[in-house]
């Protein structure tokens, strides 16, 4: 079947991996399922993978793609949840040590066809296209669980969203606004910030300048770049939600002080769990809320993608198509 994968790892070129070709058919194990791929999307973890970060070398060739919207084998149509837990594993799916995301130690969605646990698909709207849909389970995900789940955001409760541009931050302003929250975002790029105010923020800035109040919460995945601006942000015993670190792990000041003589907690969060991806998927179908796409490339295109993503020109998710 036509597949895109990762054959070899590269930390400075890591497009030089990536292959554009055929593998063989996925054959699906007792209790797993084939989905048809109709639309998947590309997240930075690809980037990473084909840098070697998440993906082991006895692991390929492997076919790249966490994210996926098609038929499954009774022609229903489906969103792929792509945290894969052990088949023993009770209760939130993030939590399992085992756990693993698809393209890690299992094939991915950048594909003809993939194959997942059963458990593993969530039935798509009719509201939703299957470009709309391929956008949730990462980026849109990740994103839900950071404001609603960690950081237990309300209505009438204000966010600051660093790194406007990118697929989680697009999410993350989109998602608080539907959801009622009061948001300011940042970004490096003056048509970013503008186009953060049009997908929903009430306030923009360039990255790490002075906010004129306070925040309840900050959704962090730039890392170093913007840390010690998100701490400051925070009112007294407000959150900071980190589920990424673009920009580098390595801090040159870590707040610590700060942290805790505002009493200010730090949370980690990593994607979601099914019934998070299902909630997700009906709030878009209630609201009429939609991913926003970037740009929707034929598959076969995926190199176009990932050569996009790597220079950062992005605003919202890009989307492959089968
Ligand atoms: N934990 C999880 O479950 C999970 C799930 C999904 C993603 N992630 C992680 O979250 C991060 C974001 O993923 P993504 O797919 O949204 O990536 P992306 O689309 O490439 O977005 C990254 C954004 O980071 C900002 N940025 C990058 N370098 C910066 C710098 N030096 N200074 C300021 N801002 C900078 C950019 O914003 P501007 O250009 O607007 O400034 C960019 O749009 C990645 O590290 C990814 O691995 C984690």
Redesign the pocket.
């Known amino acids: 079947m036509f597949a895109v994968y990762a054959d070899q790892f590269s930390t400075d070129d890591p497009l030089s991996g990536l292959v554009v070709g055929e593998r063989p058919d996925p054959v699906a194990p007792d209790g797993w399922t084939t989905v048809t791929v109709r639309a998947a999307s590309l997240?930075?973890?690809d980037l990473?993978s084909l840098r070697g970060v998440g993906l082991k070398q006895e692991a390929l060739p492997m076919i790249l793609g966490c994210d996926a919207a098609g038929l499954d084998e009774d022609s229903n149509e489906v969103v792929v949840h792509a945290v894969i837990s052990d088949p023993d594993w009770a209760g939130d799916e993030t939590f399992d040590p085992r756990r693993s995301l698809l393209s890690e130690r299992h094939q991915g969605t950048f594909a003809d066809r993939v194959v997942v646990p059963r458990r593993n698909v969530v039935p798509k709207p009719s509201s939703l296209s299957f470009e709309e849909a391929a956008c949730l389970p990462?980026?849109w995900l990740?994103a839900y669980r950071m404001l609603f789940t960690q950081g237990g955001l309300r209505a009438g409760d204000s966010v600051l969203v660093?790194?406007?541009?990118?697929?989680?931050?697009t999410a993350l302003i989109v998602l608080a606004r539907a959801a009622g929250l009061r948001v300011l975002a940042t970004?490096?790029?003056e048509s970013?910030r503008a186009r953060a105010l049009e997908i929903g923020a009430h306030e923009v800035y360039e990255?790490n300048a002075r906010l004129p109040r306070k925040v309840d919460a900050v959704m962090e995945?730039?890392g170093r770049?913007?840390w010690s601006h998100s701490i400051r942000a925070l009112r007294p015993g407000g959150a900071i939600v980190i589920?990424?670190?673009?920009?580098g792990p390595q801090l040159d000041d870590a707040e610590l002080t700060r942290i805790f003589f505002l009493q200010l907690r730090v949370i980690g969060?990593?994607?979601g769990t099914r019934a998070e991806l299902a909630s997700l998927v009906e709030l878009l179908d209630a609201t009429g809320t939609r991913p926003l796409v970037d740009r929707v490339l034929p598959m076969t295109d995926a190199r176009e993608g990932f050569a996009a993503?790597a220079e950062?020109d992005?605003f919202g998710k890009i989307v492959f198509t089968r």
Do not use: F
């Open positions: 997240n930075h973890h990473w990462t980026a990740t660093q790194g406007a541009g990118g697929g989680v931050a970004s490096r790029d970013k990255s995945t730039v770049a913007t589920s990424g670190t673009t920009s969060s990593t994607m993503m950062g992005v």
